[in-house]
């Protein structure tokens, strides 16, 4: 699911965005799938849209039932999205953002209505699955919108412009680092947090497929990197601290069809949080985008110099869409190239578990959480260098990285 990060100082701005309900054009009649975990933000999200006039939410659907008054009293609550589908007409949009598992199911069904569809991230979890969702999507002709919240940055057209303009050079690579951390109450917070499969069912709750998925989307999409056709070959180094079936400390190597390295260095036992960040690598210079703040540095010859963007919501872009044709964000069928990644961790051997000796917990109980020992560095290194864990040599780096057999285009 996504990330809520990436307001500015609490707000955001939006371009196109979708004018408040008239006469002719009635608020957007919307269907809510998961009320709770990151359903909150949506939730919250959309009683600002509903206060603006622009969407009405008429259902909400989840095995447990919203907390009073999260939404409105005109609004229906359901156990599950058969039984919305069954007592709603005339939807507009429905939002799942529900466990990673259950989107492909959710949102087949509700494609199968004739309504477009916002999809929390990672769109589904195999890349069988993204194939069924994208042909039942261009059926429907219907709209499908993919919650990487990061790429309605407006940072994202500052970067192509520098990188059009030269700024920066060459572009040589890119590299995307995460260092974050995870206690063992988050590994407890749901049955299907860091798993890979629950049930034969596959979920690839990893910190690359879910966590930091955005890390991964918006080194893909600065990098041009948007279907499957677009990535020539990649590799993935997978390990775990964590007692966990996922990967919580991994790098992912890619190479473009245009030749452009991308390296995505990630943890969730680090010894603090930071914002993630992906540097852009030029031959006179480099950017760096700290996508959950939209602020991009650049440092070149001449200096340094930072900005602060807004950020356009993802919900208004779509309905946007809907209602004069501005164009989609975060697509479906953009989402083709960062779902060959998660194939890739899907289809991975299980990751290598770290040696207690270079693992350190830190906090008591639940709120302990696993510290890999140098993993800032090697983060760092690993990102800088284009290198995997064992290519640096680091002691407790005992895989070898793992060369993913594309699918015939």
Request: aromatic content about 4%; some cysteine; glycine content about 8%.
């Amino acid at each position: 699911m996504g990330t809520p990060a990436g307001t500015v100082a609490g707000t955001q701005s939006i371009q196109n965005a979708p004018a408040p309900a008239t006469a002719e054009r009635p608020a957007a009649k919307v269907a809510l799938v998961g009320v709770h975990g990151f359903g909150t933000h949506h939730l919250r999200n959309l009683k600002r849209l509903q206060a603006a006039g622009v969407v009405d939410l008429v259902a909400v659907a989840d095995p447990t039932p919203p907390a009073p008054g999260s939404v409105p009293a005109t609004t229906h609550a359901h156990p599950g999205l058969p039984e919305l589908l069954a007592e709603t007409s005339g939807l507009d949009l429905i939002i799942v953002a529900t466990p990673i598992q259950t989107h492909a199911p959710l949102g087949l069904a509700a494609l199968a209505t004739a309504t477009d569809l916002y999809l929390e991230k990672p769109p589904v979890a195999s890349l069988a699955d993204f194939n069924r969702l994208r042909d039942a999507a261009a059926a429907s002709g219907r709209s499908v919108q993919i919650g990487f919240q990061s790429l309605g940055s407006h940072a994202l057209t500052a970067i192509e412009r520098l990188l059009a303009d030269g700024t920066i050079g060459t572009l040589q690579g890119i590299s995307a680092t995460g260092r974050w951390v995870r206690d063992r109450a988050y590994y407890k917070r749901s049955r299907w947090a860091g798993k890979r499969t629950i049930d034969g069912v596959d979920v690839v709750d990893g910190v690359a497929t879910n966590p930091l998925a955005h890390a991964v989307a918006t080194a893909l999409r600065i990098a041009g990197a948007r279907t499957t056709a677009d990535i020539a070959s990649l590799e993935t180094e997978l390990y775990r601290a964590n007692p966990i079936e996922s990967d919580d400390t991994s790098v992912i190597r890619i190479r473009t069809s245009s030749g452009l390295p991308i390296t995505c260095a990630l943890t969730l036992c680090a010894t603090e949080s930071v914002e993630p960040y992906v540097t852009l690598q030029g031959s006179a210079g480099t950017a760096v985008f700290h996508y959950t703040e939209d602020r991009l540095t650049v440092e070149t010859a001449a200096g340094r110099s930072e900005e602060v963007f807004g950020r356009d919501d993802l919900t208004e872009n779509l309905l946007a869409h809907r209602n004069g044709g501005t164009p989609l964000l975060s697509p479906l069928q953009d989402s083709g190239a960062f779902m060959l990644v998660l194939e890739a961790i899907r289809t991975a051997p299980l990751p290598a578990p770290i040696d207690a000796e270079y693992v350190r917990w830190e906090g008591e109980d639940d709120a302990a959480h696993a510290v890999v020992t140098g993993i800032e560095e090697a983060l760092e290194l690993a990102g800088g260098q284009h290198a995997t864990f064992s290519g640096l040599g680091l002691p407790w780096a005992t895989s070898a990285p793992h060369a993913f057999h594309l699918p015939a285009s």
